[in-house]
């Protein structure tokens, strides 16, 4: 194949991630390649990470993130994650930093083989989410899933953790949500000019939840970074948990750490899938 540049199928506590090595190149993944990648059974993917050359931000690479729609996306941590898996097999460090949609963001390998990333600061205001209406309290906005007078869910919490976030409390198995059904109407619900990402989560313990995700522009996940983000510092807001807690997710567990100077701090592990190449402007791929 001609025209093609390297990638490593990847996944973050089952987080389906491609990481595209563009540092070679001065063009960009077009979202037709993208969807097409998606596509295919093999290299189906929730996020696309498209490592390129670094920018004026983050001295390691300036990162492109597409959702599997060939939507972009403003963050995704546990792509991240996996870059830095990837990056550290090829280079001897410890500590990166990236430029992610204009911002920097810093991550660190552990001794263990796991990964954390410095999420960035949640943010609270309604329209910094952003919803199409004022909300004096985004700890429970007024949405609900089911009838009027007997709603199935409610009051969720939102959150922007470089992306929109939105999610329902619950006290019995997430798994009991037909996620499936209400995530991509509420995704595209008039309240969120930007989409939204929907999940149901509920409390374990003061150190400890469990929740699943359906994510904008990608549909049901195993896991979801920025969404474990943002149910944690919702959590902490709303006095149902600490602020250090255990994110239990399909496809594995997150350790998040809400620090007192505002920044989030993601901890979790990554899988190595397999290797192939692709052409960045049709998705045309194959395994090498």
């Not at 490592?51 to 597409?66: C, D, L, Q, S």
């Not at 409610?154 to 999610?167: A, C, D, E, K, R």
């Not at 995704?187 to 929907?198: D, G, K, S, T, V």
């Not at 602020?243 to 701090?265: A, H, M, T, Y």
Request: some cysteine.
């Amino acid at each position: 194949m001609e025209n093609t540049v390297p990638f490593v199928k990847m996944n973050g506590i089952g987080n389906k991630i491609i990481v595209a090595d563009m540092r070679a190149r001065a063009d960009s993944v077009t979202s037709e390649a993208a969807i097409a990648l998606a596509g295919h059974e093999d290299t189906h993917f929730d996020q696309l990470m498209a490592v390129h050359k670094p920018g004026p931000v983050g001295k390691n690479a300036r990162i492109e993130i597409f959702n599997s729609d060939g939507s972009r996306a403003e963050a995704c941590g546990n792509g991240t994650r996996c870059v830095v898996d990837w990056l550290s097999r090829q280079v001897e460090q410890e500590v990166f930093s990236f430029e992610v949609d204009g911002n920097k963001l810093e991550a660190k390998l552990l001794d263990d083989g796991r990964v954390s990333v410095n999420m960035g600061v949640p943010r609270f205001e309604w329209d910094q989410i952003p919803l199409s209406e004022e909300f004096a309290d985004t700890r429970g906005i007024e949405l609900q899933v089911g009838p009027i007078d007997d709603p199935i869910l409610h009051t969720p919490s939102v959150v922007n953790m470089g992306n929109p976030h939105v999610i329902f409390w619950v006290d019995n198995d997430v798994n009991s949500y037909a996620l499936d059904k209400f995530g991509p109407m509420l995704e595209y619900h008039m309240l969120f000019p930007e989409r939204a990402n929907i999940s149901v989560a509920q409390i374990i313990s003061p150190t400890e939840l469990t929740m699943r995700t359906w994510e904008r522009g990608a549909g049901l996940t195993l896991a979801c970074g920025s969404a474990g983000c943002a149910a944690a510092v919702a959590a902490a807001r709303l006095e149902k948990t600490g602020r250090q807690v255990k994110v239990n997710q399909p496809g594995g567990s997150l350790e998040l750490e809400w620090r007192n100077d505002n920044f989030i701090i993601m901890t979790g592990a990554t899988e190595h899938e397999f290797d192939g190449v692709f052409d960045p402007a049709t998705g045309a791929w194959e395994r090498i």
